[in-house]
Each structure stands twice: as C-alpha cells, then as structure tokens.
C-alpha cells in the first residue's frame, strides 16, 4: 500500500526516518561506547581462555560480540526519540514532564510515595469488612 500521491510505500518511509536517526545527534558515539564496554566484557567471557591459553581466536564472534551491542544501542536510542517524535504529533505539542506535586500533595505522601488518602480509605474498607 502506498502513499497516495507519493509512490513511497510506508516501510520505506520509516526505514528512512530509522536511519536518520541512527546517524544523527549523539547516538552513533554513544552506541560505540556501549559497544565498547559489553563487547569487550563479552568477548573476555567467551574468548577470554582462548586469549589466555595462545590458542586460535574467532574473529568472525570478536566482530558480531562488538556488532550486536551497537546494533542493539541504537535500536533503543532510535525508537525513544521515535517515540517521542510520534507522541508530540499526536497531541500537537511538545512531550512534557508531569507538573511538580503540590505542598499539600507532598505533605500528604508516605515514604513509599502513596497518598495517606488511599491509605485511610483502604483501612476504612477493611475495617467495614
């Protein structure tokens, strides 16, 4: 199914906008760094005797151990800010923190952050029981 007018299908669309992303603002050195760290850590646990012992080394599993973790990286970096793009198109503006809570709200809370107004209201219940 295509665009009308465009000729594009939607894949294609998204596979465009994905890429974008991928290579935009931050996330290609930040997926490295991750990269860097889990690919390091994984190949000294599954490669780690054979590095040790002089033995013959996988070359093709030391490239897919770095790979995976910067694929995976970006997959997460991508899809938040798609996420977020898709959200502020939908209500028609920007993605927003919920409001601070009130003296009043903060007063109210317990240390377990639950309203002493649930909290009475769930004893009330029990106690009618």
């Not at 997926?31 to 013959?56: C, E, H, K, P, Y």
Request: hydrophobic letters at 35%; aromatic letters at 6%.
């Amino acid at each position: 199914m295509a665009d009308e007018g465009s000729g594009r299908h939607p894949g294609g669309i998204m596979i465009m906008r994905f890429l974008s992303h991928a290579l935009e603002s931050g996330i290609p050195r930040r997926s490295f760094g991750v990269a860097a760290v889990v690919g390091t850590v994984l190949n000294l646990i599954n490669q780690g005797d054979a590095m040790v012992g002089g033995r013959a080394l996988d070359w093709t599993k030391i490239a897919l151990t770095f790979i995976v973790p910067y694929c995976v990286a970006t997959y997460g970096a991508v899809s938040y800010r798609l996420r977020q793009e898709r959200d502020a198109n939908c209500t028609g503006a920007p993605p927003r923190s919920p409001p601070p809570a009130t003296e009043s709200q903060a007063e109210d809370a317990t240390p377990d952050g639950s309203s002493r107004e649930r909290a009475r209201r769930y004893t009330d219940a029990e106690m009618k029981r």
